[in-house]
């Protein structure tokens, strides 16, 4: 399969220390509950957390959506919820990418049920230009264009995850997921 390096591990380490710096700022004098999106988030969890200066308690939710997800009405469910009380609690929920804003906007919903101090968005990757349902991160890695992209716990059908780089897949190559 043919891969073009997008983001070198070196880059994403940078930015990820940014990214965590400013929440490391935002977040100051707080405890914050991240709750990692899986699996796709567990790696850029993994280098976020190791990166803030902030006291953080770590869970993960696991969602599942059938259907077309060229279909706004695409059903999204929940497999695996959170475990730890998030009532009157910052939360940050960290992701690996947003795409049509589907997932996010339904998990955001969710959680805003569990009555959370404050409830923010963290992605590792964005792609604006491909929204089906308006949906704004409040920390982006990197904007990046509609191709499909692997590495860095990113999977084509449960390939590449551990590639430490993330790479854009070959037109014609990417699984028919858009
Ligand atoms: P959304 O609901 O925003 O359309 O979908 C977000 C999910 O789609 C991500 O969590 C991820 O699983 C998947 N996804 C979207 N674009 C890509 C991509 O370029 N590469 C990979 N590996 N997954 C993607």
Do not use: W
Not at 29 to 55: Q, S, Y
Not at 77 to 82: C, G, L
Not at 115 to 142: I, N, T, W
């Amino acid at each position: 399969m043919k891969k073009e390096i997008l983001f070198s591990r070196e880059a994403i380490g940078r930015r990820v220390r940014e990214l965590a710096d400013g929440i490391s700022r935002d977040y100051e004098g707080r405890e914050v509950v991240l709750i990692g999106v899986l699996k796709g988030a567990f790696v850029f969890l993994a280098d976020l957390i190791r990166n803030l200066r902030i006291p953080c308690v770590i869970d993960f939710v696991r969602l599942a959506s059938y259907g077309s997800k060229t279909v706004s009405s695409g059903e999204i469910v929940i497999t695996k919820d959170i475990e730890t009380p998030i009532q009157g609690r910052d939360v940050l929920v960290v992701e690996d990418i947003v795409d049509t804003g589907l997932t996010l906007s339904f998990l955001v919903e969710k959680l805003k049920e569990k009555s959370p101090r404050s409830l923010k968005v963290c992605v590792f990757l964005d792609k604006k230009e491909r929204r089906k349902v308006p949906f704004e991160a409040d920390y982006v890695g990197y904007d990046i264009p509609d191709r499909f992209v692997v590495g860095y716990g990113l999977d084509c059908n449960e390939q590449f995850r551990f590639l430490p780089d993330v790479y854009v897949i070959g037109e014609g190559e990417s699984p028919n997921r858009h």
